[in-house]
């Protein structure tokens, strides 16, 4: 079974520039989530969804940051304009969210982003 | 609100020494318990799980048990080598279902 894909691996780019991640899923898997993870820090939740909604984006700074999930099954992350403040790595996860149980989340590779 | 405290690295061990990383919790409930793993310049791995009071999970030669008397899930092998090098979180999901992450812990494994 396939694991959680993202792309790209790196980007670097200079402040101000527009950015966007990719995120697919594991097949079957209904929540898909987008976290923030700094160096030698635990992981910040970002977006949560369910399906093609977002259930929790909060932490989502949205003056800058967009997600979408249109069909429910893979997810974008956008920053515009960039900042330096958001170089990290940019993790997706996704579970099988059943009943009032969430299941475990499985992480892919991560993005990691430099802003110059 | 629920937390995961777990201590603090970087604990450095020689190879075939045995591991203990102590993991706390406060939850209200009973939340199911994880441990991830993180090597170098990778995504985090699921490494083992508990969802439920004396249920163990293991994986790899690691365990923990979920001992809800002492909110407690430490993290053990008996022989840890140079590949286990890595940093290690433990974490829970809360009634929100949103993972809280300990700080987490670097492993450094010497030949």
């Known amino acids: 079974e396939a694991g959680v894909v993202q792309s790209p691996r790196y980007k670097i780019i200079e402040k101000k520039q527009p950015v966007a991640f990719w995120c697919n899923p594991i097949?079957?898997?209904?929540?898909l989530y987008w976290y923030l993870q700094n160096l030698g820090q635990g992981p910040e939740l970002l977006i949560r969804?369910?399906?093609?909604?977002?259930?929790?984006d909060s932490q989502l700074p949205k003056d800058r940051f967009s997600a979408e999930r249109l069909k429910g099954v893979d997810s974008t992350l956008k920053i515009q304009p960039a900042e330096l403040g958001d170089s990290a790595v940019y993790l997706c996860?996704?579970?099988?969210?059943?009943?009032?149980?969430?299941?475990?989340?499985?992480f892919g590779p991560g993005t990691r982003l430099l802003v110059l | 609100g629920d937390s995961v405290t777990q201590m603090e690295g970087p604990v450095t061990l020689s190879e075939e020494a045995f591991l203990t990383i102590n993991c706390t919790y406060t939850?209200?409930?009973?939340?199911?318990l994880f441990w991830y793993v993180q090597y170098p310049g990778e995504g985090l791995q699921l490494l083992l799980k508990?969802?439920?009071a004396d249920d163990k999970g293991s994986n790899k030669g690691f365990e923990a048990t979920y001992r809800k008397e002492t909110t407690s899930f430490h993290l053990e092998k008996g022989s840890v080598q140079v590949s286990d090098s890595a940093v290690y979180f433990c974490?829970?999901?809360?009634?929100?279902?949103?993972?809280?992450w300990g700080a987490g812990t670097k492993l450094i494994i010497k030949p």
């Open positions: 097949s079957g898997h209904n929540t």
């Open positions: 974490a829970l999901v809360d009634s929100n279902y949103q993972l809280i």
């Open positions: 996860a996704s579970s099988l969210r059943r009943g009032g149980r969430s299941e475990t989340q499985y």
């Open positions: 939850a209200t409930g009973y939340p199911s």
């Open positions: 969804y369910e399906n093609e909604e977002a259930v929790d």
């Open positions: 508990a969802t439920k």
